[in-house]
């Protein structure tokens, strides 16, 4: 098998039996979504495995050792550039939101790892698809089910991706992730 494949084999083992709140359906789905919008930006078979395995860290408690010792150092730095501390003393995640977001922003902000931008918009464009749907379904009350349940703050965070991500500007991936931005926050 090569890293792709057992990539897919770990995460899906990882996320067994986990469910994703914003459309119901097996977890599994979004990293699946993730290693094929990065498809249409690369041929690397590392970055695709990275998109696979991007929240085996931060939602399956998966040690981020171990994904360096089955995938390499540069699938676990990819992983670990999406993955959010969440180890904040006394904050849910609700109260810990922006603080997390913006920490996670510096370090798209600072990179200068074209394969690191192409694994968030693989991943964030899985994400306001999402959310575009459950907007059009919903309106604004489908922000109620999210841990940042207002739209400016997640308006922003979505925008700042698409500034510190626009090399990318010529793949179809952020020309969809754009007008899906616009759509859902204007």
């Known amino acids: 098998m090569n890293v792709l494949e057992e990539a897919i084999k770990f995460a899906t083992d990882a996320h067994s039996g ?20 990065i ?8 970055v695709m495995a990275a998109g696979v395995l991007h929240d085996t860290v931060e ?4 040690d981020p050792k171990e994904i360096k010792r089955l995938f390499g150092a540069r699938v676990s730095a990819l992983v670990q550039s999406e993955t959010e501390d969440r180890t904040a003393v006394n904050k849910t995640k ?25 694994l968030w918009l693989g991943d964030k464009l899985s994400n306001i698809r999402s959310f575009y749907r459950a907007y059009k379904t919903k309106g604004n009350a489908f922000f109620e089910g999210l841990n940042q349940k207002d739209p ?35």
């Open 152 to 186: 400016a703050k997640q308006g922003w965070y979505y925008k700042t991706i698409a500034e510190y991500i626009s090399e990318l500007k010529d793949t179809f991936a952020y020309k969809e992730y754009v007008q899906l931005v616009k759509e859902v926050f204007g």
């Open 59 to 62: 939602d399956c408690d998966v």
């Open 18 to 37: 986990q469910i994703r709140k914003m459309t119901n359906t097996p977890y599994i789905l979004h990293p699946l979504e993730v290693a094929a919008i």
């Open 39 to 46: 498809s249409t930006m690369t041929a690397d078979l590392d």
């Open 94 to 118: 609700a109260e810990s939101w922006q603080e997390r977001k913006e920490e996670s922003l510096l370090i798209l902000k600072l990179t200068k790892d074209i394969d690191v931008k192409i």
